[in-house]
């Protein structure tokens, strides 16, 4: 690939991973930024709050994940003005995955994951892949962890399988706190095996009352 | 094809497959990973000896093979080698160079010499072109005094006071050109490599983990197995997991035996 004179994307790793509860959300990413065997620097946020009950994690190529969010913020705020109130989570989750579609032959290098909360209050996660296909899920990873994280959510949320009918709905049993600390427990492992992901973890908890954040201390080697 | 295959392998390499393998590449199969180690070794002289430091993580592209592997290997009781590169031809050609000095201790009677191992080394490496990616600091303390060496996958070697290599290289030789200097103390020796693996460790994400170090004196050598640990886990799960039967989702089941049962009787012993 890069060979070709022509290859204009880079990877700064990174993972994120988000949850949907029966009335909250838990939206994580790790903020280190790299490049190559180097590290840019330990404390960048990958997360950007697009409306009060709707957070976007994404990781992948930070230039396009910048020009991403700040697009997506624009189009969110003119909503706002057109509509007099904020951008429900479902709407903002098909925005995206428009606003990715429509570079379909140049696109943003970024793996999305959208939570927050739908028109009822309860929790959703939509995961993306770059060119914008989208599905409403209970839980997703995406990033250089996510091959590491998803198989563990997939044992511990109890999905149900995507093979069952009638379709089940995918929302987790657990508690907020037992989840959050599922997300902890996830990425300090996640960090053990891939070179890609440490420094400091970032988690927002989205929930009636409002939105939440905490960081906890990654591994830095 | 009668009589071609009935050759036994005279040993080192066969490049008969190179040209099927490019013929798949072309075709677009992935070719199969090495594990390489990642890695930041070092290796400096101080007024008694040698000190060598390594780092303890193994990588096989962007995951963490192994945590805590060894990289300073024993070439004899008084000569260390760290590698760097593919990590199983650090491992033999370490191993090889090490039988080859105990033979070599048997005929002479006397202590292996540093430079030995280092010729040893430089001319396996160049008759095999490169192809043996190893990358080694090789130190010692001998008859005619302290040595330290690097040596490069091609077979070049060179002879420093203070030395690097890996992709942690850069992150520690900055450590050595700012604090390095002759006559060094064995504790400050240690520091300083200490000092650099970590730089490597925590600026280099090929590198990570634990600092080994091994400290060579004319008479002693002391290997400091994990002599710093900067790196425990951030976060255990206080909840911890169960996996119980029926967390996974069995979609259908079936048995199928795989030899008829056998029924055993009673009969009279086998007569001799």
Redesign the interface.
């Known amino acids: 690939m890069s060979r070709r004179g022509d290859w204009v994307y880079e990877n700064n790793g990174g993972t994120c991973v988000a949850i949907a509860g029966a009335d909250y959300c838990v939206v994580a990413a790790d903020t280190r930024l790299s490049v190559g065997y180097s590290i840019l620097t330990r404390d960048h946020s990958k997360i950007c709050e697009l409306a009060d009950k709707c957070v976007l994690a994404s990781s992948g190529f930070q230039g396009d994940i910048k020009a991403l969010h700040k697009n997506l913020s624009a189009r969110e705020l003119l909503y706002q003005h057109q509509h007099n109130k904020r951008m429900s989570c479902p709407a903002m989750a098909q925005l995206l995955s428009n606003t990715l579609y429509y570079k379909r032959f140049f696109p943003y290098y970024a793996f999305n994951v959208l939570g927050g909360l739908d028109s009822e209050g309860k929790g959703c996660v939509f995961t993306y892949d770059a060119v914008g296909s989208y599905e409403r899920t209970g839980f997703s990873a995406q990033g250089t962890g996510s091959t590491l994280i998803m198989p563990v959510l997939d044992n511990q949320l109890k999905s149900p399988s995507p093979l069952l009918l009638p379709a089940r709905d995918a929302v987790t049993p657990l508690s907020e706190s037992e989840a959050v600390d599922l997300v902890k427990d996830v990425f300090a492992s996640a960090t053990e095996r891939d070179i890609y992901t440490g420094d400091k973890l970032e988690i927002v908890v989205i929930n009636k009352a409002g939105t939440k954040r905490e960081y906890i201390d990654l591994r830095k080697d | 094809m009668a009589g071609a295959m009935d050759l036994p392998a005279k040993g080192g390499f066969s490049f008969d497959l190179c040209r099927r393998n490019a013929m798949l590449a072309e075709k677009g199969l992935k070719m199969p990973g090495f594990r390489k180690t990642?890695t930041t070794i070092v290796g400096l002289v101080f007024q008694d000896g040698v000190v060598l430091g390594a780092d303890t993580?193994a990588?096989e592209g962007?995951?963490?093979a192994d945590?805590n592997c060894e990289k300073i290997h024993f070439m004899a009781p008084n000569i260390y080698c760290c590698g760097a590169g593919t990590a199983a031809d650090t491992e033999a050609v370490t191993d090889m160079v090490s039988s080859q000095l105990q033979l070599h201790r048997y005929a002479t009677g006397r202590e292996s010499r540093v430079v030995t191992a280092l010729t040893l080394l430089k001319s396996h490496l160049f008759s095999y072109q490169g192809h043996v990616s190893a990358a080694l600091v090789l130190g010692g303390v001998d008859v005619t005094g302290p040595h330290l060496h690097t040596v490069y996958p091609h077979g070049s070697t060179d002879t420093l006071p203070f030395a690097t290599m890996g992709?942690g290289s850069l992150a520690a030789m900055s450590v050595f050109e700012s604090k390095y200097k002759e006559g060094l103390t064995r504790e400050e020796g240690i520091q300083l490599v200490s000092d650099a693996i970590c730089a490597g460790?925590?600026?280099?994400?090929?590198?990570?983990?634990n600092v080994d170090v091994c400290v060579i004196t004319k008479g002693k050598t002391e290997y400091l197995r994990n002599h710093q640990l900067?790196?425990p886990?951030?976060?255990?799960?206080?909840?911890g997991?169960s996996?119980t039967k029926g967390?996974?989702?069995v979609?259908s089941t079936k048995i199928t035996q795989l030899k008829p049962k056998v029924e055993v009787t009673e009969s009279d012993a086998m007569e001799e």
């Open positions: 990642g993580r990588t962007p995951i963490v945590k992709s460790i925590f600026n280099d994400l090929g590198s990570g983990s900067p790196n886990r951030t976060y255990v799960s206080s909840k997991y996996f967390q996974t989702e979609l």
